[in-house]
């Protein structure tokens, strides 16, 4: 075999186990926080910037308003358990992280959330990602994403099956 079919050959192995990867454990979305306070971990005060969809190293950007940016956030911090649309309400209320979004830049920028809110929100993210799935060819359903999982009884859960991972701007705002 040529050394030039090896090279394909590789690069055709490569590009299906990374899809392998993307379909078992979910693509990668970063999570850009701004305003973030350099020397400290993510905390109350900083702002959700931006949700991108990576992979292969090219990164989407999911044009998302500020309420689905706090409710991708809540459900990448907490991928690990399932929660009913009542339960992440609850989560994101009584979190100080989304109580004191955007504090950091001067002003609070936060949203309330009920449960029927959260229902539709959900709906648009896989709007979102679905666009952003696309556009990476990876071939994978949003609703692989952001699963609806059911519930014995009238409820469903909901849980973000994708490898999260956030990142700081360590920038803070001038006192012009």
């Given at each position: 075999?040529?050394?030039?079919?090896?090279?394909?050959?590789?690069?055709?192995?490569?590009?299906?186990?990374?899809?392998?990867?993307v379909r078992?454990?979910?693509?990668?979305?970063?999570?850009?926080?701004?305003?973030?306070?350099?020397?400290?971990?993510?905390?109350?005060?900083?702002?959700?910037?931006?949700?991108?969809?990576?992979?292969?190293?090219?990164?989407?950007?999911?044009?998302?308003?500020l309420a689905?940016?706090?409710?991708?956030?809540?459900?990448?911090?907490?991928?690990?358990?399932?929660?009913?649309?009542?339960?992440?309400?609850?989560?994101?209320?009584?979190?100080?992280?989304?109580r004191k979004?955007?504090?950091?830049?001067?002003?609070?920028?936060?949203?309330?959330?009920?449960?029927?809110?959260?229902?539709?929100?959900?709906?648009?993210?896989?709007?979102?990602?679905?666009?952003?799935?696309?556009?990476?060819?990876?071939?994978?359903?949003?609703?692989?994403?952001?699963?609806?999982?059911?519930?014995?009884?009238?409820?469903?859960?909901?849980?973000?099956?994708?490898?999260?991972?956030?990142?700081?701007?360590?920038?803070?705002?001038?006192?012009?």
């Amino acid at each position: 075999m040529s050394e030039d079919l090896r090279s394909v050959a590789r690069a055709s192995e490569t590009l299906l186990l990374e899809l392998r990867d993307v379909r078992q454990n979910g693509p990668l979305i970063r999570i850009v926080h701004r305003f973030h306070k350099p020397g400290t971990g993510c905390m109350a005060g900083e702002e959700i910037w931006a949700v991108l969809l990576v992979f292969r190293k090219r990164e989407s950007p999911l044009n998302l308003s500020l309420a689905l940016r706090l409710l991708l956030d809540y459900l990448g911090r907490t991928r690990h358990i399932p929660q009913s649309a009542t339960q992440i309400a609850a989560g994101l209320s009584r979190t100080e992280f989304y109580r004191k979004h955007g504090l950091n830049a001067g002003t609070v920028a936060s949203r309330k959330f009920s449960r029927s809110v959260i229902k539709e929100y959900i709906k648009r993210i896989r709007q979102a990602l679905s666009l952003a799935l696309r556009e990476t060819t990876v071939g994978l359903d949003s609703e692989r994403v952001l699963v609806s999982r059911p519930t014995v009884g009238n409820e469903a859960l909901y849980q973000l099956r994708a490898r999260v991972e956030w990142v700081h701007v360590d920038e803070t705002p001038s006192n012009d």
